[in-house]
């Protein structure tokens, strides 16, 4: 099986940094894509950014936050920066994952989320 940790989420006060951090383990034989999304409360999950045959971020993260990837440590991390208020949000870890040589052995994994918390 595959596993998702994250780690790094926090309270911090608006215009704050924090560094999220999401490794992968288990049976795993490649990698294709790893990223961030997010839900608030009453709100749906959605993408922060992802890292995969190219880099994606949502407007909203565009100019503060910063997504990258160490594929020794099958880590990805999500660096926000001048963080508001409405970054709020459990923000949980995506990847798509081989398991075996085979394409259709691919699928996605969730991180269990981390909460991060902007006070304004």
């Known amino acids: 099986q595959v596993q998702l940790v994250e780690s790094g989420g926090g309270l911090v006060q608006a215009g704050g940094s924090l560094r999220l951090s999401c490794t992968a383990s288990g049976s795993i034989f490649r990698i294709n894509a790893m990223g961030w999304y997010r839900q608030a409360p009453g709100k749906q999950r959605e993408l922060v950014a992802s890292?995969?045959?190219?880099?994606t971020y949502a407007d909203s993260a565009k100019g503060r936050f910063t997504i990258s990837r160490d594929n020794a440590k099958k880590t990805v991390y999500l660096q926000m920066n001048n963080l508001k208020p409405e970054d709020t949000a459990v923000y949980y870890c995506n990847a798509n994952i081989q398991t075996r040589p085979w394409s259709s052995s691919q699928n996605d994994y969730w991180g269990q989320g981390t909460q991060v918390t902007v006070s304004s």
């Open positions: 890292s995969g045959g190219s880099t």
